[in-house]
């Protein structure tokens, strides 16, 4: 059985880059969503287990222009957990 979990760090600008990649690095990230002070959504990216690399190579940039735009905010992931019951 699968289901989801959402965790919401906060960052500011100059950080938010380093931050996405560690986070993506950490894996079973299934969307990410980065909001500003105001609670405003700037990007929602869902994302497959399969993306990686030159599909989210876009995404990274986009991201990238908006870190260089927004002084603080928070990135909320959603994260794929599996429930080891069965």
């Known amino acids: 059985m699968t289901n989801s979990k959402t965790e919401e760090?906060?960052?500011?600008g100059d950080t938010l880059l380093a931050k996405i990649k560690e986070i993506l690095r950490e894996?079973?990230?299934r969307r990410l969503v980065i909001k500003?002070?105001?609670g405003r959504v700037l990007i929602d990216v869902p994302l497959s287990v399969g993306v990686v690399g030159t599909l989210l190579?876009?995404?990274l940039?986009?991201?990238g222009a908006i870190a260089a735009l927004v002084i603080r905010g928070s990135i909320v992931i959603e994260k794929q957990?599996?429930?080891e019951r069965s």
């Not at 760090?9 to 500011?12: G, I, L, R, V």
Request: glycine share 6%.
């Open 9 to 12: 760090f906060q960052f500011s």
């Open 27 to 29: 894996g079973n990230v």
């Open 36 to 38: 500003n002070e105001e």
């Open 57 to 59: 190579a876009p995404q």
């Open 61 to 63: 940039a986009a991201i």
């Open 81 to 83: 957990t599996t429930d």
